[in-house]
């Protein structure tokens, strides 16, 4: 069984500061991909950034980086130069990288409300 | 329009009713998922299913049920409709070999 822990259900940044969006997982698969998504108050599930558990670099997408620490089982997304549209939910997820009809599903964790003050 | 579609946005229906919500994608991935988002849950898996005709429970079924006779549909249907069933639900898809998945925009259902 996989579990997605998000310890912060709400976080306030200064615009243009970073911001830092913790996420730890728990898992016995040997491989294993970690995901971002942001959700807007418009409601949709936009995707961020993946890492494979194998991945020898942490993940980058523009702002977003993925700050991958396997040994501490953690998965934390960091946000530079924050913008009044990053306030969202953020949501951690996980799904096991192997063949078979279980591996696609994802693990969610229960998600950080993010406020960009101005 | 290509993507994840799911149909109707909204739905405002009464306990004991059956409802069914709508998925489809035109990708043609193998994968495909229902969600639901309940406030301090998160999302949590409803079914799933690997290709038409194969299809498998995930960590909250009761209740529901799925169907999947064509790859590009996956609609999800309650068959008596509880308060608890309130909720917003999300059609999710993923092809195989490849790590992303992609999300429908999500149908907010109240049970009344």
């Known amino acids: 069984a996989q579990k997605i822990t998000q310890t912060q259900p709400g976080m306030f940044v200064q615009e243009k500061e970073a911001v830092t969006l913790d996420c730890t997982y728990d898992?016995?698969?040997?491989?294993?991909?970690l995901f971002w998504y942001k959700q807007p108050s418009s409601g949709e599930m936009i995707f961020l950034i993946y890492?494979?558990?194998?991945?020898?670099q942490n993940a980058t997408e523009g702002r977003y980086s993925l700050n991958f620490q396997k040994a501490r089982k953690s998965a934390n997304l960091v946000i530079s130069a924050s913008q009044l549209g990053d306030s969202a939910m953020y949501f951690c997820a996980m799904r096991p990288l192997y063949s078979g009809a279980g591996s696609y599903q994802l693990t969610f964790g229960k998600g950080t409300k993010l406020s960009v003050i101005p | 329009d290509a993507g994840i579609t799911q149909s109707p946005r909204y739905k405002i229906t009464e306990t004991g009713r059956q409802v069914t919500l709508m998925c489809h994608q035109t990708w043609s991935h193998s994968y495909m998922f229902w969600y639901r988002q309940d406030l301090g849950h998160g999302l949590r898996l409803i079914y799933y299913?690997?290709?038409?005709?194969?299809?498998d429970k995930g960590e909250v079924p009761d209740g529901y049920v799925v169907s999947r006779s064509k790859t590009e549909n996956f609609p999800l249907t309650l068959e008596s409709a509880t308060r608890s069933q309130t909720s917003v639900y999300f059609c999710?898809?993923?092809?195989?070999?490849?790590?992303?998945?992609?999300f429908g925009a999500g149908t907010r259902l109240s049970v009344l």
């Open positions: 299913s690997a290709a038409a005709d194969i299809t």
């Open positions: 898992t016995s698969d040997p491989s294993y991909g």
């Open positions: 999710a898809s993923s092809d195989r070999g490849s790590a992303l998945g992609y």
């Open positions: 890492q494979g558990s194998y991945d020898q």
